[in-house]
């Protein structure tokens, strides 16, 4: 009964020390238990900001409409191109809030963990980047290959470091990072995603272009 009861104690005690990390609104209760207004008061803020946001992605779509149309082939693979940089991105920001919740990493050791991100996120782009060249080339042939092949290896970098810096920033400004990380992430992918993308199509297929 008493090994319950410390038990019991020690949970509660992460838990406040989590939420006291990560800056996150304590319910107070369970999620489980949770009110549906009190968890939709609790998300609702960042999903409706980042809908404006989102309209960047669009624009970015608009500006290139003339490579779009000459390569029709593109269009294929920026759905994809944006959920890999998302995906990524996701996967470093969930890492980064749990070890700062649990205390394993502190706000201090922000450049040393985007250092060691680099190289992690550059392997992934890499080995993405191998997968997705032989769709390029059986769709589009050598050239879409390559602006798809490097387009990975930089939305994944991209994605990657935004998910390891975007945690500690949020702490810094007492911002929620566990509420906040994963839907700004996908923002800021789905943008930086269609610029990076169209702009070494842009910048590849003219040089095939002007060769040819």
């Known amino acids: 009964m008493e090994f319950v009861q410390k038990n019991s104690t020690s949970h509660t005690d992460t838990s ?10 304590n319910l107070g209760i369970s999620i489980k238990n949770a009110s549906i207004g009190l968890l939709y008061k609790k ?48 996967q470093s920001a969930t890492l980064m809030v749990r070890a700062l919740a649990t205390g394993d990493v502190h706000p201090n050791d922000w450049g040393r963990m985007l250092a060691r ?9 890499f080995s ?7 769709l390029g080339l059986y769709r589009g042939g050598y050239e879409i290959a390559m602006v798809v092949g490097i387009s990975m290896i930089a939305i994944v970098l991209i994605g990657s470091l935004v998910g390891t810096v975007l945690p500690f920033v949020l702490h810094k400004l007492n911002l929620d990072p566990a509420s906040a990380s994963a839907p700004m992430i996908t923002s800021i992918a789905d943008i930086s995603g269609v610029l990076i993308y169209f702009a070494i199509a842009s910048a590849i297929l003219d040089i095939g272009y002007v060769s040819s």
């Open 117 to 125: 991100e680099v190289f992690v996120a550059l392997g992934l782009g």
């Open 43 to 90: 998300r609702v803020f960042w999903l409706v900001i980042l809908v404006f946001g989102n309209i960047f992605s669009g624009a970015g779509i608009a500006h290139f409409e003339e490579i779009i149309t000459s390569y029709v082939a593109l269009v294929f693979f920026l759905p994809l191109l944006i959920d890999s940089g998302g995906n990524a991105g996701s």
């Open 16 to 25: 406040e020390m989590m939420h006291k990390e990560t800056h996150a609104e």
């Open 128 to 134: 993405m980047a191998i997968a997705v060249y032989f």
